[in-house]
């Protein structure tokens, strides 16, 4: 058995090739987590651009939840190389895909008159998706357990840099900028029927245009659209706690779906959702 475990490949450990890059080997100190994962290292998009990786501005260390990590990048537009954001993580394979959300409202923004939502929008660049092969250990798992395992995918954004909305210092600033945010998520959910879900201080965010400060509301990947899916796609609780639901909090036993639990041929098995 140590044999075989010794034996497997990267793809059977469950590592995606696209981000199978060189191991850096500087850690925090004290804490064993790598700092810039993919720091220097180039990655090809599928519409023929690259990325060349920058530092890691977060990461996801949690089992629960969908491993987020974000990170600064350079990549070529319009012949410049243009400083970016590039956000990739596992959600469940049932969710809507973040770009489309974006899409959908920059798109009614656009047709029905309301452009100044764009403003408080992300402005998303690139987006995909990958899928693991029939090698990979989700793959595996998915085929045993059927519907009980969610089956996760790659999904990767590339979006224009947005400057966190902590750096602010002054009042009118800050009150243009929460202001903005505001109608921004109530035009979503009253226009376009999309309920962000996901509203704290990290996903609010701010840009300049011609030196004036407009507030982003950011991160759509919990995002619904009222009008299209039920409220909820994934067997995972996850959310921002003084945003959540108060019996989601209290004490007692876990809420269902924390956990994804199966059984099959008298093996049960607890597995994290991003596993």
Same mark, same amino acid.
């Given at each position: ?31 064993? %987590? ?35 990590? %974000? ?12 400083? %970016? ?33 764009? #403003?408080?929008? !992300? ?79 990290? #996903? ?37 706690? !003084? ?12 809420? !269902? ?14 597995? !994290?959702?991003?596993?």
């Amino acid at each position: 058995m140590l044999q075989g475990v010794a034996d497997l490949t990267e793809n059977q450990w469950g590592y995606y090739p696209l981000l199978n890059q060189p191991r850096p080997t500087k850690l925090y100190p004290g804490q064993g %987590v790598l700092t810039h994962p993919l720091a220097d290292s180039v990655i090809a998009l599928n519409n023929g651009r690259s990325l060349i990786m920058g530092e890691t501005i977060f990461q996801s260390h949690g089992i629960i939840g969908r491993g987020t990590c %974000v990170s600064r990048a350079k990549m070529e537009v319009m012949g410049e190389q243009k400083d %970016v954001i590039v956000k990739w993580s596992w959600p469940a394979k049932t969710t809507t895909l973040e770009a489309d959300l974006v899409k959908i409202a920059t798109d009614l923004a656009t047709s029905s008159g309301d452009s100044w939502v764009l #403003n408080h929008l !992300p402005n998303i660049l690139h987006a995909e998706q990958k899928e693991f092969d029939e090698d990979s250990p989700q793959h595996h798992l998915s085929e045993h357990f059927g519907e009980v395992y969610e089956l996760r995918v790659l999904r990767l954004v590339v979006q224009e840099r947005l400057r966190p909305i902590t750096e602010l210092t002054t009042a009118d600033e800050l009150r243009e900028a929460f202001h903005g945010i505001f109608k921004c998520y109530r035009w979503l959910y009253e226009n376009a029927r999309i309920m962000h879900r996901d509203i704290s201080r990290n #996903n609010l965010m701010y840009r300049r245009i011609d030196g004036k400060v407009y507030g982003v509301l950011n991160d759509f990947d919990l995002s619904a659209h009222l009008d299209k899916e039920s409220p909820s796609t994934s067997k995972q609780r996850t959310g921002t706690e !003084p945003y959540m639901a108060i019996d989601l909090l209290v004490n007692g036993p876990p809420p !269902p779906g924390r956990w994804s639990h199966a059984s099959k041929g008298g093996l049960s098995i607890f597995f !994290p959702s991003w596993y």
